[in-house]
């Protein structure tokens, strides 16, 4: 019993003393484990200051933003990224009306900026930090260099007339034009009206142009807003500023105000006759773009003024002084208008824009006249019947005489008719081959065909039925003191009226 618990108390103790040492062992273990803890703490420790020291020296800033682009704890080629990416994603919107018509993105319209350029940008800013001290600054917005690519291809493309689609159908601009205005009286310039047909030149160079502008003030960030209106917009041909519209338009209202301004007032003697300015501009044939004379209207006038007031060459009714209504068939005295020259002033003169006062352009005029009577009270009225001559001036009997005139034979009489007298002359030698004779006279009034008046001295007396065995050759011989008073009276033109 003894030995079994000395044995029992032995392999308790020898139990106890490997429990003892089984402690020990796993303090030694528990220490070794902890050295080892602290040696590989220390190691990652090290490795993640190495880690991030190399983190900071790569990334361009702590806290740092590139164009408002928040760019923080990025190296130049993440930055560069993002970057790059913002500026593609950048939004477009094109309103018209106030409407939005078409929304895109800077990289659809071929927008994009060079990476590769940017990155080195970036570097260089990098570095500038490290140099400065300033990778660790809070709130850097950095401005850096940059370089924009366009592709005009993708460009075109992405800005085409069927991504401008509106509700209605676009229509074309409409030209100014000019009209004559019934109620103002005048041309006027009818406005031009503008369309919404997009010219889409003019729209690329719209959106180039404000990119520009836009990314100088803000290269990423807010969207871009585009106004589609007239700027873009086919204009009409011809706007209602138009120079050279508003020159005519001015032109042709001076012509219409000339014409207003504008009478003609023929002179026939006392008597007149006026074309005044409502008949001129009655005249006038206005179209939306011109004004002239209607010269039928014209020509019309001027014949109907002829017929009224031409006298030579018609049978003329005349009133003698014994009160007999005779026809003078043989009629070349008096007034004729030529027509063509009359219709070449008038024109001259419907261009002037003044009131007008003259004469009808005459082929043929007469010594006076008072309207259609183109003696007015100046003549020389020879019977040969009574042979007899009365000189009338200014409606007064100057004198009156017996004569002689051409014996009543075919080749001798003296022709009947209505002459003016083609000149004076003082002395005249009267001549004749046919006849044989040479004879002065003091006063030589001839009217036609070598017919005249003249004193003739040779006679001895005057009137009753002397000429039939004593008469002239055609000539009208007269008293010499009733010859020189005659002659004084007169004036080459004067006319003589022998029936």
Known sequence: MDMTRVRAREWQAEKEKERKKEIERKKKRKKIL?????????????????????????????????YGKEISRQTPSQAAKRIT?????KKIIFYEDGERVYETKLSQLGYSLDQEALEQSLEQLREQNRKNGKQMSQGLNEIVPYQIQKDDAVFSAALTVDHFKIDSERFDSVSAYMEYSEEQ???????????????????????????????KEELLGANVIMEVNRNVYVPAVVTAESEELNTKVQGLNQSLEKYKNTSITYTLGAATETIDSD???????????????????????????????????????FVTTGGQTVEISNNEYGYQ????????????????????????????????????????????????????????KDGGLVTETAIISGLPTKERETLTGAWPIAYKASPFNLTSDVYGYDTKVNYWMPFVYGQGLH???????????TYRTNGSHGCINLPPDQAALIYNTIEGGYPIIIY
């Open 337 to 392: 208008i030529n027509q063509d020259a009359e219709f070449e002033q008038l024109r001259t003169d419907l261009e002037s824009g003044m009131a007008i006062r003259r004469d009808p352009v005459y082929e043929h005029a007469g010594y006076s006249r008072n309207g259609t009577d183109d003696l007015n009270g100046c003549y020389i009225e020879v019977s040969l019947s009574q042979q007899h001559l009365w000189l009338y």
């Open 85 to 89: 990416k913002a500026f593609g994603d």
């Open 455 to 465: 004193d003739a001295s040779w006679q001895t007396a005057f009137g009753g039925e």
């Open 279 to 317: 008949t001129i501009c009655s005249w006038l044939i206005i179209s939306d773009d011109t004004v002239q004379i209607d010269t039928d209207k014209p020509w019309a006038y001027i014949e109907d003024l002829s017929t009224r007031y031409n006298t030579i060459y018609a049978p003329r009714s």
């Open 185 to 215: 009286g005048k041309f006027v310039i009818v406005n031009d009206i503008q369309g919404n047909r997009i010219d889409m030149d003019k729209l690329k160079q719209y959106v180039e142009q404000s990119l520009d502008e836009n990314f």
């Open 34 to 66: 902890f050295r080892a803890g602290i040696g590989i703490l220390l190691l990652l420790l090290a490795g993640l200051g190495v880690y991030g020291y190399q983190t900071v020296r790569n990334m361009i800033g702590l806290h740092v933003s590139v």
